[in-house]
């Protein structure tokens, strides 16, 4: 089974206005942290926003915050406002805690997202 | 205050050549991650690595690959015997320490195997 699901290849939106991005995760681990990067064209891979499964308060980050919903084992990002910058790949991501040993991080396959003016 | 380097950016290797891939982690970050990207694909973990010590290679493919992290010096991905599935880009990642949460990715490394 997939561990995280990102539904939407890809996703275009208005300059200024706001976009979610979907991801949904799968895990049986209590503990467990949650993770959006972006991949611009040039390559690199870029921290945006983290949520541990036992923060109380949904994360956010400038125009970046993460609808955190464990119930649902959703945590879609948000951009607000967005600009021509914003358009690039978005990964979500998750580690499992618990696990002895290991710290890896589980990546789905991304959105391409681009921001038109 | 370098972030995490790798070397080099881009490297074209014959089909049954070696590739070796370095990386550099943050100053101060004795762990290390090395993660594979195929065109158009998420990244996917290989192994993971503190200083001397492989913790977890569960994900690395059980022929051609190894990778280590010396006392001294940056750490390895090899990869013998290279063939064109290879191709990919190859992303380290470090942080400071197993409980730390973030992990900060180097710019990654293009192999093509021609």
């Known amino acids: 089974a997939q561990k995280i699901t990102q539904t939407q290849p890809g996703m275009f939106v208005q300059e200024k206005e706001a976009v979610t991005l979907d991801c949904t995760y799968d895990t049986s681990d209590p503990s467990y942290g949650l993770f959006w990067y972006k991949q611009p064209s040039s390559g690199e891979m870029i921290f945006l926003i983290y949520q541990g499964s036992y923060d109380q308060q949904n994360a956010t980050e400038g125009r970046y915050s993460l609808n955190f919903q464990k119930a649902r084992k959703s945590a879609n990002l948000v951009i607000s406002a967005s600009q021509l910058g914003d358009s690039a790949m978005y990964f979500c991501?998750?580690?499992?805690?618990?696990?002895?040993?290991?710290?890896?991080?589980?990546f789905g396959t991304g959105t391409r997202l681009t921001v038109i003016p | 205050n370098a972030g995490v380097m790798q070397n080099p950016r881009h490297l074209v290797r014959r089909r049954g050549q070696e590739a070796r891939l370095r990386c550099s982690p943050m100053k101060g970050h004795s762990h290390v991650y090395w993660y594979r990207q195929l065109p158009e694909e998420g990244l996917k973990f290989m192994v993971y690595l503190q200083k001397e010590n492989i913790i977890d290679e569960s994900g690395m493919p059980k022929e051609r690959f190894s990778a280590e992290f010396p006392k001294e010096g940056p750490s390895i991905l090899r990869i013998q015997q290279v063939v064109r599935g290879d191709s990919a880009a190859y992303f380290c990642a470090s942080s400071p320490g197993q409980e730390a949460y973030e992990q900060y990715f180097g710019p990654g490394t293009r192999l093509t195997v021609t």
């Open positions: 991501a998750m580690r499992e805690v618990a696990r002895p040993g290991a710290n890896n991080l589980f």
